[in-house]
């Protein structure tokens, strides 16, 4: 007789980190019906997906390096196109040994927590920040503490403070992990001389910067810095571990993103990769899609689909939000951050945004230490359809003037 | 001025685990001239990869459902047939919850120990044991205990007197990680007494078992004991970690593997699985050739391939070896064991081979204390063409009668 499988979890045999190990990144947008209009998570445009390129592109790859990439091993092309790829960006002089391609970047970022981080040590993180990445370092048994963002990403003064308070107290954190670019969740950039700051504290604190920038490329209009790892390059201090991603500007499912570093923290990283490879067949269609500079003629492509969405979002913003509601306003990315009247509160309000078809992130998740965020809102404006977007922001408006004038009502 | 990366790896930076963490699992053999015979490693036969269908399915697989799979998700349509097949197979009830996609049976491993493995817990093995699977295990910070092998695999006496002798000393293993099908290294398969004994072993002592299956499904002949993981569902405990791979029999660079388990603990392996997904694209490509039966087919005719390279291996051995090398009768997979005389060393006898363009894996690898195997080699039959096998077989014999007599002349 076969009986179904039950249901021990062998709770007192697991390691400590997983006794409380919270869901993977990624399952939280899979609930809603498909009528539902979803702000809610950093998925890209799937309209946008150049299938017909990719689907002729994956025909041939199996054909062409078939006994390549169904084997073992890990083919260098695609390592060394991202870096040529950066080189060109940044006037850098990057090898494949200063790479590693990973699952996403989510794996990136956990590969660095298994290579620098031991239970118990610091992480700094921005308050708020992103939410997989906070799930990833407590999955790691780091202890995160928030630093304040300021108008454009990571306060420098509440971070030199941080790091000298800690100092004191003969602690040292291990990461400042940042986004400085077109932030997650809150859409701003930092600055060039906020970049060279937080390089300056890193040497002075003897600390590693994580640099998550994900949305790299996504720029809507104006200039961007240099990344901080460029920076870093261009000193020859190699502190900083650079994290990237295929996710946002070609295939998300397809689990590609890289790290950038120096060769010798690569191949720290890369000596707790056990995996035994980073996917082959996306790897090489990606690199069949890149090296012919459609992948860049994609970008282009997307930054408008992108920079279109973001303007109807912020004008329906300003069409319909009541004057007590602030947000940002991002020059490029994913993200728009409500901050509503402090006495409203954005996860209880969700469940009626989800009545009525509509789903956003509520800010408190996006915090470390679990305080701040309650009054605020993420807004993706990368997955919603253009067309749906004005009403969604509509229907969102409501719902915040009714809570406003509910909270105004003596109880 | 752009300065190339500089070399520190920030090693007072380093995470405990990240000091001494040795290589990723499958660089070993990327370093040899493409005229060397390789029977070093479990490596499949890529003259037999349908490259023509997987191309035809991963062109379709864009096409008609790329809008999930270049997506951020991850698509149940693998998992529901890897459910139904393993049903299938050993008469189960297997629902999608008991199984998780990983990225190959490598990171099946790795998770197995980041839910259950905290620093300097154990992990008994066989001596010897798969490799790659001892070097994720150290990277998790486990002590490795060997336990010694039998005729059939891990020896169930020396397996009850190792539980009895550290529950003695208050100490209680995690896990017991057998390979009990075509046992790598040995080749050797597991008898369904052993397996029924090993399954009462571990209740009675509170362990978990972690079986690796990777060689599943590749019998040449006789009958296939089930599982331990099917005979574990029966019983209703809940006790066994099963770990599967597509490497062997469909493509091993798409990393694709699975977890077999109850559904608490999956949930658990889950939650620390923070690469976002299993690569969709061959996800889908994989499900799109299992779906019509072309995988099971495809099985079918490995096998015969195998058994072929098996045999043309088997008889080498015999017309050449001399009578002091003894060797493994595998049924199935991809591993024959040598046993050399005492006194030869086959990992200082490596460089011999190289020279003579034949690469093989020496035994000491497969040892988690570091003790054993120094006259032991590992052939792998699954890779070298079957023309070459008879000559590289002839050119080994020789390598080792040379060995014994120099080994014989007084120094």
Redesign the interface.
């Known amino acids: ?10 709770t007192e ?6 006794q409380a ?6 399952a939280a ?2 609930r809603f019906s498909p009528d539902t209009v979803m702000l809610v ?1 950093g ?2 445009d ?1 309209d946008a ?1 150049p ?2 390129a ?3 592109k ?6 062409e390096a ?9 083919p260098k092309e695609l390592t060394e196109w991202v870096a040529g790829f950066m080189n060109k960006e940044e ?5 494949p ?2 790479i590693l391609l ?3 970047s ?2 990136a ?2 590969l660095a ?6 239970p118990g ?1 610091i992480i700094l993180v921005e308050a708020p920040s992103f939410g ?1 990445a906070l ?2 370092f407590r ?1 790691a048994e780091a202890k995160l503490l928030e630093v304040a963002m300021g108008e454009e990403g990571m306060d420098m003064v509440a971070l030199e403070q941080k790091l000298a308070e800690l100092k004191a107290q003969g602690l040292r954190p ?1 990461f400042i992990y940042t986004i400085p670019t077109f932030h997650n969740p809150v859409g701003v950039t930092m600055g060039l001389a906020d970049r060279q700051r937080m390089l300056d504290l890193a040497v002075e604190y ?1 600390v ?1 910067i994580l640099e998550d920038d994900a949305y790299h490329g996504l720029l809507f209009e104006g200039e961007m810095p240099p990344t901080i790892f460029a920076l870093d ?7 900083v571990i650079h994290t990237r991603t295929f ?1 946002k500007i ?6 590609l993103g890289w790290v950038a ?5 690569v ?2 990283i ?13 790897s090489y ?1 990606a690199y069949s899609f890149a090296k012919t500079g459609e992948l860049e003629a994609h970008i282009e492509k997307l930054v408008n689909i992108y920079r279109q969405k973001r303007n109807r979002m912020m004008s329906a913003l300003e069409r319909y939000m009541p004057g007590e509601v602030q947000w940002s306003n991002p020059q490029g990315g994913f993200f728009i951050w409500l901050t509503l009247p402090e006495n409203l509160n954005a996860s209880t309000m969700l469940k009626k945004a989800v009545e009525a078809k509509l789903v956003y992130l509520p800010g408190a998740g996006c915090y470390a230490e679990g305080q701040g965020g309650k009054n605020n809102i993420r807004l993706s404006f990368s997955f919603v359809k253009l067309a749906q977007i004005d009403s969604a922001i509509h229907k969102l408006a409501e719902l915040i003037d009714e809570e406003i004038k509910a909270a105004r009502i003596p109880g």
């Open positions: 007789m076969t009986i179904s499988a039950e249901q021990t979890d062998y045999l697991l390691a400590k980190r997983a190990a919270s869901g993977a990144t990624g947008f899979m998570a998925m890209p799937e997906f299938l017909e990719l689907s002729k994956a025909e041939a790859a199996i054909l078939g006994k390549t990439i169904l084997q073992y091993g890990q006037n850098l002089e990057l090898k040994e200063n990973t699952c996403g989510s794996q970022l956990s927590c298994r290579a620098f981080i031991d040590d997989g799930r990833t999955n291990k003897d590693m390059e261009r000193r020859g201090t190699g502190r996710s070609l295939a998300a499912g397809w689990r570093a120096s060769p010798k923290v191949e720290r890369q000596s707790l990769k056990d995996d035994g490879a980073t996917n082959l067949l996306g269609v």
